[in-house]
């Protein structure tokens, strides 16, 4: 089955900084790639997902890179500011179907320094 | 629009009692999940249901059953609560078919087995 490690566990930058979260997954066939934000005591939301047919996705200070031949796909974050701090999941699917499972990394604790 | 709802928001049991968390989504989706979140982990799956008429087994299993009771209602069952149960509880639903799609959480429920 599918097995996503995500990296750091937890990250600290000054406001105004660039983060960067990682992820790698071990099903070859997974081609769907979403990221989801926690904040502190609240249900997750998508902020960004990205289909295998691109390496890249962009929506404002957010963006997504993806690397099938390495199996890894990170999140990157620009001019951070203090509601970026959260906790952030990356996922992948196992299986191709749109029916599949969702496997979820064990998340990354965001924290801005002001 | 109430997206997705769950039931009862806080719960508190004792080792051996059962109890029954109910979920209910109004966006016509097809798939429903649960899945529980450890304090400082990530999201495990328990169930999933592709759609009404079919469930899953996903990581975490053991100890509960669930039931889709129709396209609207995916309700989670522990038959004899234990503490390794303690936990937060979020139902999720996603996709009207077709490739992948943004899963929707509820607002979760805070279990407590004592």
């Known amino acids: 089955g599918e097995n996503v490690e995500q990296h750091p566990s937890t990250l600290s930058v000054q406001e105004g900084d660039s983060a960067v979260i990682k992820c790698t997954y071990s099903d070859s066939a997974s081609n769907y790639f979403p990221w989801y934000k926690q904040e502190l005591g609240k249900r997750p939301q998508l902020i960004i997902d990205?289909?295998?047919?691109?390496g890249e996705k962009k929506d404002q200070r957010i963006a997504v890179t993806l690397n099938k031949t390495a199996k890894h796909f990170s999140l990157h974050i620009t001019e951070t500011q203090p509601e970026d701090s959260a906790v952030y999941f990356c996922a992948a699917p196992e299986g191709y179907s749109s029916a599949s499972k969702i496997i979820f990394g064990s998340g990354t604790r965001l924290s801005i320094r002001p | 629009n109430a997206g997705v709802t769950q039931t009862p928001k806080f719960q508190v049991l004792k080792t051996g009692q059962s109890m029954t968390l109910q979920c209910a989504q109004d966006?016509?989706?097809?798939?429903m999940y649960w899945y529980r979140q450890d304090p400082g982990m990530g999201l495990r799956l328990i169930y999933y249901?592709?759609?009404?008429?079919?469930?899953d087994k996903g990581e975490v299993p053991n100890g509960y059953n669930v039931s889709r009771l129709n396209k609207r209602e995916f309700s989670l069952r522990l038959e004899s609560a234990a503490p390794s149960q303690t936990s937060v509880y979020f139902c999720?639903?996603?996709?009207?078919?077709?490739?992948?799609?943004?899963?929707?959480f509820g607002p979760g429920t805070r279990l407590t087995v004592l």
């Open positions: 999720a639903s996603s996709g009207r078919g077709g490739s992948y799609n943004e899963q929707f």
């Open positions: 966006m016509n989706h097809n798939s």
């Open positions: 990205i289909r295998s047919n691109v």
């Open positions: 249901s592709a759609s009404e008429g079919t469930t």
